[in-house]
């Protein structure tokens, strides 16, 4: 996959104008509306929406919407003098098989839609496939904003959080996020509206409605159910599994090509 055929960026999410800055070099044609917090990049591989919003102070909110009819490449890199946790929801606007793989601590997991919550101290890598339509959703949530809200030893009560709270570098969470399939469609929506304090405070509520929701799932989840909360340890075979189930009736393709598929040896 070369690199003019990916979408590539940084996520410098607490300094938003090194974020737009490096944006524009990626890509020198890019459209940037400062007052409606729009940065579209529109060529003949990509067509893509990224939108961004402060609700408050050190309470960060980022969308996008993209297609583009190769592979695209998000690469998310936090920035490390940031404190803060990271939660993420991506979809895809009609199902089909697996159109997300997302990489994280050179493991792959691919799936029909993701959602993610880590510490700021994780990067991860997603992978869109070729003619994808695909939205997501993503909170920057610093650590002294959630300690104000939210009594961080009940978090650590939860094995799950337990390492993301803790600064653990394995820190790391998989939920259906069919669940939040609503509310993110409603807080995008919220993003056509016109800009103003009503939007601010739509945007706030709703969006604390959705870490509360995604919060209370993980709270609620017992140590013998961690199959809805880890990722599929076998995901980054459903690609071979795909192809054979796609082609079972066709020659056998061969192991170092359904090795290819699944970008492993």
Not at 2 to 21: C, M, V
Not at 83 to 103: A, G, M
């Amino acid at each position: 996959m070369a690199d003019q055929n990916r979408i590539r960026f940084s996520s410098l999410i607490s300094d938003p104008e090194a974020y737009i800055k490096e944006m524009f070099q990626l890509h020198p044609g890019a459209a940037h509306d400062k007052d409606s917090g729009v940065i579209e990049i529109k060529n003949p591989v990509i067509d893509s929406s990224f939108r961004y919003r402060v609700l408050e102070e050190g309470f960060f909110l980022f969308s996008f919407s993209s297609f583009s009819p190769v592979d695209a490449e998000y690469e998310f890199v936090p920035n490390p003098k940031s404190d803060y946790f990271t939660l993420v929801f991506y979809f895809t606007e009609s199902r089909s098989k697996n159109p997300f793989y997302i990489k994280t601590e050179n493991e792959f997991y691919s799936g029909d839609r993701f959602s993610m919550f880590f510490n700021g101290n994780m990067s991860t890598e997603i992978f869109i496939k070729a003619k994808q339509k695909s939205y997501g959703l993503r909170l920057e949530i610093p650590r002294d904003w959630l300690c104000k809200n939210i009594d961080m030893e009940l978090l650590r009560n939860n094995s799950f959080l337990q390492h993301i709270v803790d600064r653990n570098a394995n820190g790391y969470i998989q939920t259906d996020c069919l669940a939040y399939h609503a509310l993110v469609t409603q807080i995008l929506s919220v993003f056509e509206r016109e800009k103003g304090t009503l939007q601010k405070l739509q945007l706030k509520t709703e969006t604390c409605k959705l870490l509360a929701l995604y919060l209370d799932e993980i709270m609620q989840s017992s140590d013998n159910d961690a199959s809805k909360a880890e990722p599929d340890r076998t995901g980054e075979l459903r690609f071979a599994l795909n192809s054979l189930e796609d082609k079972a009736c066709g020659d056998f393709p061969g192991n170092d090509h359904l090795a290819s598929l699944c970008h492993i040896s």
